[in-house]
């Protein structure tokens, strides 16, 4: 008798099937989040997602939102310091027209123009460039920013 | 005081101390806040204008110096020049997308008046008819494109 190949039977593969369909009715709700609690609103930032156009924060799409947190991640890479008097070049600042006084808090923008840090982080929000010489604050560094 | 209003007070200050050529605040017209301003300029001598007096009305923000303020020509005179409507709103890219708050009212004054003086042919800008028909009463809506900048 020669070696004779029994294919299996059907009935084994029968066994495994079991019962395995979904019942939706059986499967617990969707976990619903409450609404985030109620908050005046006050002291809502305006956001200059683009030359002319401002928005509140709220109303910002996630794209704009996305730009505006790289763009406070470039402002905060220029240098600051406080006022020491050192550089007498720089004597006041023109966006809001003060003599610097010691202490005041500056930042130095690439072209070494520096303002008030308050005044020039407002500014460079909307536009990236030197209010004084109207040079664009290390553009190299906000396209590598913009394509990554 | 606001920060709009303690800039434009030095600014203020300035120009009535020092005051540029054929450029005068008008300090009858100054509101209370600041926030608007008539500059009364005379026309250059030796231009076109030679003679001619203008009316300039400024219109401020809160957000100023970082948003421009309004600029036209109010009154009765209105210069005719290539980049000015006959409405009163100018053609100028510092007050629109080259703005900063470097600028000032002085600047701004001082730069139209330049205009003015460069003009060799009095004008009207060629699209003058349609623009004045159809354009915004607030010239800082308007979508600029702007025109050459040899005149
Ligand atoms: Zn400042
Ligand atoms: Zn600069």
Known sequence: MGNCFKSSS???????????????ALEPA???????????????PIFHPSPGVSRPANQLTEDEQIKIAQRLGLINHLPTGKYDGTNKKAK??????????????????????????????????????????MEPVDAALLTTYQTS | ?????????????????????????????????????????????????EGEKFQLGFKFTPRYPFDSPQVMFIGRNIPVHPHIYSNGHICLSILTEDWSPALSVQSVCLSIVSMLSSCKEKKLPPDNAIYVRTCSKDPKKTRWWYHDNSV
Request: charged share 25%; with cysteine; hydrophobic share 30%.
């Open chain 1, 10 to 24: 059907n009935d084994d593969i029968s066994l495994l099937r079991g019962n395995d369909h979904h019942d939706p």
């Open chain 1, 30 to 44: 969707p976990f619903v989040e409450p609404p985030p609690p109620y908050r005046p609103q006050q002291r809502m």
């Open chain 1, 92 to 133: 006041e600042c023109v966006i809001c027209m003060n003599e610097f006084v010691f202490g005041d808090e500056l930042r130095y923008l690439p072209c070494m123009h520096c303002y008030h840090r308050e005044c020039i982080d407002d500014w460079l929000m909307r536009s990236f460039t030197c209010p004084s010489c």
């Open chain 2, 1 to 49: 005081m606001t920060s709009m209003e303690k800039r434009l007070q030095k600014e203020l200050q300035a120009m009535t101390k020092d005051p540029p050529v054929g450029v005068k605040v008008n300090m009858e017209s100054l509101s209370s806040n600041l926030s608007e301003w008539v500059v009364d300029i005379d026309g250059a001598t030796g231009t076109l204008y």
